[in-house]
Nanobody, 115 residues
Framework: QVQLVESGGGLVQPGGSLRLSCVAS????????MDWYRQAPGKQRELVARFINGGNTNYGDSVKGRFTISVDQASNTVYLQMNSLKPEDTAVYYC?????????WGQGTQVTVSS
């Protein structure tokens, strides 16, 4: 199984930016899928961004044009660049791996957008 460790969360003002990182304990292959999910208090976990097939990306409607997912295979790291943050982006963000080594979740990192 793959171990995932997220970092980069924190408190940011509306309109600000953050970059989340998720380091995998094993190599990420082009056939693997790397996702970012988020879960706000009292809400279901939702898919934010997906990186698949070595380069294709999908985004949730609420983050399109503001968030960008990318993968650095050399360092086994997936990033989520978040720009123009809004209070409704406040949530715990989770990294998810699906691929050769099964399915794994990270422990989550808190993002709070508030003035």
């Amino acid at each position: 199984q793959v171990q995932l460790v997220e970092s980069g969360g924190g408190l940011v003002q509306p309109g600000g930016s953050l970059r989340l990182s998720c380091v995998a304990s094993k190599s990420i292959f082009s056939v693997d899928t790397m996702d970012w999910y988020r879960q706000a208090p009292g809400k279901q976990r939702e898919l934010v961004a997906r990186f698949i097939n070595g380069g294709n990306t999908n985004y949730g409607d609420s983050v399109k044009g503001r968030f960008t997912i990318s993968v650095d295979q050399a360092s086994n790291t997936v990033y989520l660049q978040m720009n123009s943050l809004k209070p409704e982006d406040t949530a715990v963000y989770y990294c998810n791996y699906n691929g050769m080594y099964g399915s794994s979740w990270g422990q989550g990192t808190q993002v709070t957008v508030s003035s």
